[in-house]
């Protein structure tokens, strides 16, 4: 069983309200009718309400058990601006300045996320990575002890023996371009524990490179690495997080056992790691596409990593069955681990990285 179909078990007894900005398009509406049939909670739909109706209806799909909020029409959006100018960046806005930022679905969408009214979020089906992430990195506050926003992509492998069975972590794919050795290290340990709370198994972290444990290579991108595999490995430990953290790795010793061996790699996590943290955005957004068109693998996200509420921005070319499978996770995320995975008391471990109040 994949761990969308895994994690959909779980969230039937423990629903969870997933907020749309772009409501009115196909591909979200279709992903919320799955959502609201296979009982996960309720999928909230910002937009147009006629417009909704109409897409609805073109596509055969019954609306109950979803709702449907416009912002302009909505009575909480005079609530929402008022808690919006009280925002450092926004005080200096008048009511109706304010109002008008609320008009915007996307961040009507954010202020539901960080007043309660929604459980998690997802965007960026029709806009820009920019204008998706823009709302969502101004309003959510970050977790405590997290200084980095980063993403997530989560690969479906159908082979069990890759990842944690077949379910494979990807980080950063689309946030930050070119990360510090610290931005790196945070990546690390945030993907790590949102995999762990997701899955329930050990994360175990490949800090990825073009070499694998040299000793002589003076390349700066290298030496960043490295320094950021030590520095996750100091802050995992700090944090008392149940996380393996190895680099710097080639993609090859990391995944595949045999390569591994024959490098004479130990440890726990070479030929057998479930996250892979890429130097760069440019390493990490082209390999995960590559994977994506050449082997036909299902991806979900990107899922936020590092904020204090779920969130995931995803991409303008994502189906309908990668916006539900995405909705499923950031919906698994707002459930507490220990009601997701209930408490063995002799392999607990205490909450890492609490959420920001």
């Given at each position: ?5 895994r ?14 900005p ?29 417009r ?31 808690k919006?100018?009280?925002?450092q ?5 008048n ?27 997802v ?25 980095t926003?980063s ?19 990807l ?9 510090t ?5 945070d990546?690390a340990c945030t ?13 175990r972290v ?8 040299s000793?002589g290579?003076s390349?700066?991108s ?53 996250v ?9 957004n082209?390999s ?8 036909g ?6 899922i ?12 303008r ?41």
């Open positions: 069983m994949s761990l969308v179909n994690l959909s078990v779980r969230l039937q007894n423990h629903p969870k309200r997933v907020v749309y772009e409501g009115s398009d196909p591909r979200i509406i279709q992903a919320a009718r799955l959502f609201a049939t296979r009982r996960l909670g309720v999928p909230i739909l910002v937009g147009d309400r006629t909704i109706k109409i897409n609805a209806a073109r596509l055969n799909i019954k609306l109950d058990g979803i709702r449907i909020i416009e912002p302009e029409r909505s009575e909480e959006r005079a609530v929402y601006a008022e919006f100018r009280g925002y960046r926004f005080s200096g806005l009511e109706h300045e304010a109002a008008e930022y609320l008009g915007n679905p996307n961040y009507f969408a954010a202020m539901m996320l960080v007043t309660g009214a929604a459980d998690a979020i965007s960026g089906a029709t806009v820009g990575p920019a204008s998706g992430l823009r709302p969502i990195l101004q309003i959510v506050p970050r977790q405590s002890c997290v200084k926003v993403s997530m992509l989560i690969l479906e492998m159908e082979n069990p023996k890759i990842g944690i069975d077949g379910a494979l972590f980080t950063d794919c689309a946030v930050l371009p070119e990360p050795t610290e931005q790196l290290a990546i993907t790590a524990m949102l995999a762990h709370h997701l899955t329930n198994q050990t994360p490949a800090m990825l490179a073009y070499t694998t444990k000793t290579n390349s700066a290298v030496a960043r690495v490295k320094a950021a595999t030590a520095a996750a490995k100091a802050r995992a430990a700090e944090f008392d997080m149940p996380v393996e953290i190895d680099g710097e790795l080639q993609i090859d010793a990391a995944l595949d056992p045999f390569t591994a061996a024959v490098k004479d790699l130990e440890g726990s996590v070479a030929g057998q790691a479930n892979l943290v890429f130097p760069d955005l440019n390493a990490a082209i995960s596409k590559m994977v994506q068109v050449l082997a693998v299902p991806a979900y996200g990107q936020l990593t590092g904020l204090a509420r779920p969130a995931a921005e995803i991409s070319g994502a189906s309908a069955h990668d916006i539900f499978g995405t909705s499923v996770f950031v919906a698994a995320q707002a459930v507490d681990k220990r009601y997701l995975y209930p408490l063995n008391p002799e392999k607990d471990t205490p909450e890492v990285f609490p959420s920001a109040e």
